[in-house]
T-cell receptor, first 112, second 109 residues
Framework: DAGVIQSPRHEVTEMGQEVTLRCKPISGHNSLFWYRQTMMRGLELLIYFNNNVPIDDSGMPEDRFSAKMPNASFSTLKIQPSEPRDSAVYFC??????????FGPGTRLTVL | SQQGEEDPQALSIQEGENATMNCSYKTSINNLQWYRQNSGRGLVHLILIRSNEREKHSGRLRVTLDTSKKSSSLLITASRAADTASYFCATESSYKLIFGSGTRLLVRP
């Protein structure tokens, strides 16, 4: 089975631009998580979806960040406008019910 | 703030030696998990120990959990160069995984 798929793997953009990160969870998983990893703050949960519904978005830094899950096989994390402090590795993870979370390879975002 | 804090932050050992990493946490948990992250890669789940368990084994990995002290340890026996990575503990309460700051392990050949 394919694992969690994320695209792009690397993104370099300029401050003020819109950035869209994509995630395809493992088929059959009903929960999806977006995390951000930085040197300063480590791994932080941004948002959690269950059955395509956002359950907890308390980790989303500010209104510039938004996430959607239009169906069970696709989610996006959008940053508009992007800022240099958004530079980080963004991970998507999925799981079925309360099983183990499986992480994607991450998207390394650099905002110049 | 992070729930789990790992100790040590970095560890360098010779191949064949054992590596022990510790994790402390602050609040009550459902379970505690350990993940490995190779440089520039995603996280790989290693082992999960539930709050009512005290010890768990998986291959060369041994995890202990002391809920009275709110601490856990991960022991990797007979380490290999391929074990070089960062190791994170993560506590789960409800659906949330909260990660520690990680231990960077270097296994010298």
């Amino acid at each position: 089975d394919a694992g969690v798929i994320q695209s792009p793997r690397h993104e370099v953009t300029e401050m003020g631009q819109e950035v869209t990160l994509r995630c395809k969870p493992i088929s059959g998983h009903n929960s999806l998580f977006w995390y951000r990893q930085t040197m300063m703050r480590g791994l932080e949960l941004l948002i959690y979806f269950n059955n395509n519904v956002p359950i907890d978005d308390s980790g989303m830094p500010e209104d510039r960040f938004s996430a959607k899950m239009p169906n069970a096989s696709f989610s996006t994390l959008k940053i508009q406008p992007s800022e240099p402090r958004d530079s980080a590795v963004y991970f998507c993870a999925s799981r079925r019910d309360s099983d183990t979370q499986y992480f994607g390879p991450g998207t390394r975002l650099t905002v110049l | 703030s992070q729930q789990g804090e790992e100790d040590p932050q970095a560890l360098s050992i010779q191949e064949g030696e054992n590596a022990t990493m510790n994790c402390s946490y602050k609040t009550s948990i459902n379970n505690l998990q350990w993940y490995r992250q190779n440089s520039g890669r995603g996280l790989v789940h290693l082992i999960l120990i539930r709050s009512n368990e005290r010890e768990k084994h998986s291959g060369r990995l041994r995890v202990t959990l002391d809920t009275s002290k709110k601490s856990s340890s991960l022991l990797i026996t007979a380490s290999r160069a391929a074990d070089t990575a960062s190791y994170f503990c993560a506590t789960e309460s409800s659906y949330k995984l909260i990660f520690g700051s990680g231990t960077r392990l270097l296994v010298r050949p």
